[in-house]
């Protein structure tokens, strides 16, 4: 049995751990804030979380540093976050190849359950284009002629392996549909060859629809694009398919739930700034927060999908061959 001394000692000691505890809560974030993208500066991630890191910095009170680590497709900068202490000072800005696709197709050396989920920044949904004239009249006309003959039908594609890749091919091989399949550099080379009637889709951001004179011709996402509301998503054809590029801010696991809560309370509160709004819809993106639990549900279901679709197109490709 405890004497009354013992238990008041101890009793203050909890107490004093208590308040320190919560004292380290109240101060966090004390000092610098390092957020890695897992590539080069100037691209679309790199681009994106800089401009959140810029917008989070005002409601922390704490400088945010970019840290590029960029190499094999993402996968270098990825595992810096896995490795990194959990101490609440790092973080990871990570699109959905690193973490939802590359583990499926190549071998990596970390999981999804080497990161804590803060939350989605960002995203905007894969969309199938097609030429405005003389294209696919909608999803039912493309599948009914392409069915019937294929060969005749080239589809341009941006690497084989990407997440785009994945959108299109996904889809087509869903229908059964082998396509003649055209590489390109760049979205620009692409759609010139669109222009040029030398190909008859492809799958990129709704940024394209505002750069091209092209046809966009089915959302695949749940829901339509607010930025093309008039085109129909994946979903009103009767397909549960969600090719989405989201870009999510991750932990390494371990960090401790305070800091990870409080920082997606700043990317929540970022998220609704109308200001940070525009910047994204110029670039016809749009916020997407959600919470570490929503994040990390979604970023699990996405994982289940392109665990069946990389196989799917995979073995297609095989049989093919």
Same mark, same amino acid.
């Given at each position: 049995? /405890?004497?009354?001394? /013992?238990?008041?000692? /101890?009793? #203050?000691?909890?107490?004093?751990?208590? @308040?320190?505890?919560?004292?380290?809560?109240?101060?966090?974030?004390? =000092?610098?804030?390092?957020?890695?993208?897992?590539?080069?500066?100037?691209?679309?991630?790199?681009?994106?979380? =800089?401009?959140?890191?810029?917008?989070?910095?005002?409601?922390?009170?704490?400088?945010?540093?970019?840290?590029?680590?960029?190499?094999?497709? +993402?996968?270098?900068?990825?595992?810096?976050?896995?490795?990194?202490?959990?101490?609440?000072?790092? %973080?990871?800005?990570?699109?959905?190849?690193?973490?939802?696709?590359?583990?499926?197709? =190549?071998?990596?050396?970390?999981?999804?359950d080497d990161f804590d989920p803060v939350a989605i920044a960002v995203s905007f949904p894969y969309t199938l284009f097609t030429?405005?004239?003389?294209? %696919? *009249?909608? @999803?039912?006309?493309?599948?009914?002629?392409?069915?019937?003959?294929?060969?005749?039908?080239?589809?341009?594609?941006? +690497?084989?392996?990407?997440? &785009?890749?994945?959108?299109?091919?996904?889809? /087509?091989?869903? !229908?059964?549909? $082998? &396509?003649?399949?055209?590489? %390109?550099? #760049?979205?620009?080379?692409?759609?010139?060859?669109?222009?040029?009637?030398?190909?008859?889709? !492809?799958?990129?951001?709704?940024?394209?629809?505002?750069?091209?004179?092209? $046809?966009?011709?089915?959302?695949?996402?749940?829901?339509?694009?607010?930025?093309?509301?008039?085109?129909?998503?994946?979903?009103?054809?009767?397909?549960?398919?969600?090719?989405?590029?989201?870009?999510?801010?991750?932990?390494? *696991?371990?960090?401790? $739930?305070?800091?990870?809560?409080?920082?997606?309370?700043?990317?929540?509160?970022?998220?609704?700034? &109308?200001?940070?709004?525009?910047?994204?819809?110029?670039? =016809?993106?749009?916020?997407?927060?959600?919470?570490?639990?929503?994040?990390?549900? !979604?970023?699990?279901?996405?994982?289940?999908?392109?665990?069946?679709?990389?196989?799917?197109?995979?073995?297609?490709?095989?049989?093919? *061959?």
């Amino acid at each position: 049995m /405890l004497t009354k001394k /013992l238990t008041t000692t /101890l009793l #203050t000691l909890l107490a004093a751990i208590g @308040l320190l505890s919560s004292t380290a809560i109240a101060a966090y974030p004390d =000092r610098v804030i390092t957020l890695i993208v897992p590539f080069g500066t100037g691209g679309s991630t790199d681009t994106n979380a =800089r401009l959140l890191a810029t917008e989070v910095e005002k409601v922390l009170g704490q400088r945010i540093i970019v840290k590029n680590i960029s190499g094999a497709a +993402g996968i270098t900068g990825t595992k810096a976050v896995a490795d990194a202490k959990p101490d609440g000072y790092t %973080f990871g800005y990570l699109p959905p190849a690193v973490l939802v696709m590359h583990p499926h197709v =190549r071998k990596v050396a970390y999981t999804i359950d080497d990161f804590d989920p803060v939350a989605i920044a960002v995203s905007f949904p894969y969309t199938l284009f097609t030429q405005k004239e003389g294209g %696919f *009249n909608d @999803l039912d006309d493309m599948v009914k002629k392409m069915q019937a003959d294929s060969s005749r039908y080239f589809v341009g594609s941006t +690497g084989v392996g990407s997440m &785009p890749y994945f959108a299109i091919m996904g889809l /087509l091989t869903h !229908y059964n549909i $082998k &396509p003649q399949l055209v590489q %390109f550099k #760049t979205d620009g080379d692409a759609m010139n060859a669109m222009m040029g009637n030398r190909i008859s889709l !492809y799958a990129s951001t709704p940024m394209i629809d505002a750069m091209y004179d092209s $046809k966009a011709l089915v959302v695949l996402d749940n829901k339509r694009s607010k930025f093309m509301p008039e085109v129909k998503s994946i979903n009103e054809y009767g397909q549960d398919m969600n090719f989405v590029h989201w870009q999510a801010v991750m932990a390494p *696991n371990g960090t401790p $739930k305070e800091y990870v809560d409080i920082f997606s309370a700043a990317i929540k509160k970022v998220s609704s700034d &109308p200001g940070y709004q525009n910047t994204l819809a110029k670039i =016809r993106m749009a916020p997407d927060y959600r919470s570490p639990e929503e994040t990390r549900q !979604y970023i699990l279901d996405q994982n289940a999908m392109y665990k069946v679709v990389t196989k799917e197109v995979m073995d297609a490709i095989k049989a093919q *061959n």
